[in-house]
């Protein structure tokens, strides 16, 4: 990402430094496959979202488990796909894209969209934890719960994600700082 002229790691950069071999093992064809796979049921639901055309060739079954989801638990997407950008200290360190903020129940949360075979509850506490600065920090509010969309074809969770320890989130966006060198801005 280029913020304000200056490049800064990803939030998936930023996280394959906690994480380093998340995907070892397996094969590229196939993360490929998951990939292309993952980015229709985005589009899908961000164009649901949207009140566009849905083109759900290939994810019907999951987006319909979102469908279902969101009728079960109540939820509305007040935005999606929205860029955030992650200081630490006087220094912008990262940016990346969450996948919706959510209204359920009168509260504001994350949710994120993952197709994964196996769920990561610990990537995402320390995912949605980041975003979370990013949001609070990029437009001023505060998120008050982290959810998980888990949909694959036989899978259709809505999963509350506990966020990483904050102590350690901090510690690794300093690592990112001292080694960035960019300007305060």
Known sequence: YIVDGIEVHSVTQILKRKFPAKYAGIAQWVLDTAARLG?????????????????????EEEF????????????EVLRSELPVIIPYESKIVAAGRLD???????????ADIKRT?????????WQLALYSIGYRYT?????????????????????KISPANV???SALLKEVANETGQCPF
Request: charged share 30%.
């Open 39 to 59: 980015t229709k049921l985005h589009k899908a639901i961000d164009d649901h979202e949207a009140g566009r055309e849905v083109d759900d060739s290939e994810v």
């Open 167 to 169: 102590t350690d989130v």
């Open 64 to 75: 319909n488990n979102y469908l279902n989801l969101k009728q079960k638990y109540g939820f």
């Open 100 to 110: 919706m903020i959510i209204e359920m129940d009168g509260q504001i949360g994350i």
């Open 139 to 159: 437009y001023g509010e505060h998120i008050e719960f982290h959810r998980c969309l888990h949909l694959r074809k036989d899978v259709a969770d809505f999963g």
């Open 117 to 125: 075979y196996k769920l990561d509850k610990s990537y995402l506490a």
